[in-house]
């Protein structure tokens, strides 16, 4: 299988007291296949964010390199780091951060007006909105959605510009077991429809089974 992103000898360190250095990771090496739905699991504090926003080039590595599509991302300036993710990745993120003011259909229409999406908006937010289940919802504001409606809102606003990635950090958190894995089919449901990868990370066990690769970390690095 082709991979849309990898990883080799990541690591990412932070100064601590004394001039010496906390190692958050610990030379990772990991591949995600295209259309794979991937997880990193692990606790609170084993580094699973770190290593999500290092891959989503939201941050830096303190060595290693990470390739998008064959190009290290580890060695492009913030210009066009940031393009790529404006483009060619989305994110959804634990707290759902849902424009208040706006409907189900306008949040995601937003999204689009920004990654300046050049087909037909409309249509394209009615489409990602009925994927994720909610196409009788399109003019509820949030605060008339429950917690699940909220997050697969965010899923579409996400998905809509067609994005080659999607970054999911921690999106069942805040969701009862039940909501949390009607998210995730979601999930699995567009990386067969969109083709989308999708990298989700989660501390909850009764989500592994559902990955197409599971990476298991602990204190900053990979483990069985």
Not at 28 to 40: R, S, T, V
Not at 48 to 63: E, F, G, R, V
Not at 208 to 223: R, S
Request: net charge neutral; aromatic share 6%; hydrophobic share 40%.
């Amino acid at each position: 299988m082709e991979s849309i992103i990898a990883g080799n000898g990541i690591k990412k360190g932070f100064p601590v007291a004394g001039g010496d250095m906390f190692w958050a990771l610990k030379g990772l090496k990991l591949e995600i296949g295209k259309g794979q739905l991937a997880i990193l699991r692990g606790k609170s504090g084993s580094g699973k964010t770190t290593l999500m926003n290092i891959l989503s080039a939201l941050d830096y590595p303190t060595q290693g390199d990470v390739f998008f599509q064959g190009k290290n991302i580890a060695k492009m300036g913030e210009k066009e780091r940031g393009r790529l993710r404006r483009v060619r990745m989305g994110f959804v993120f634990q707290s759902v951060a849902l424009v208040p003011m706006m409907t189900a259909y306008e949040n995601v229409e937003f999204a689009l007006r920004l990654a300046k999406y050049r087909g037909n908006r409309k249509e394209r937010v009615e489409e990602c909105l009925k994927l994720v289940g909610l196409g009788s919802r399109l003019h509820h504001l949030p605060q008339e959605l429950s917690g699940g409606e909220q997050q697969r809102v965010a899923i579409a606003r996400a998905i809509a510009h067609r994005p080659e990635i999607l970054f999911a950090d921690e999106p069942t958190a805040e969701l009862d077991t039940n909501t949390g894995l009607q998210v995730v089919k979601i999930f699995k449901d567009l990386a067969a429809s969109e083709g989308v990868t999708i990298l989700m990370t989660t501390h909850d066990t009764g989500l592994m089974e559902i990955g197409d690769v599971v990476y298991q970390l602990e204190d900053g690095e990979f483990v069985e």
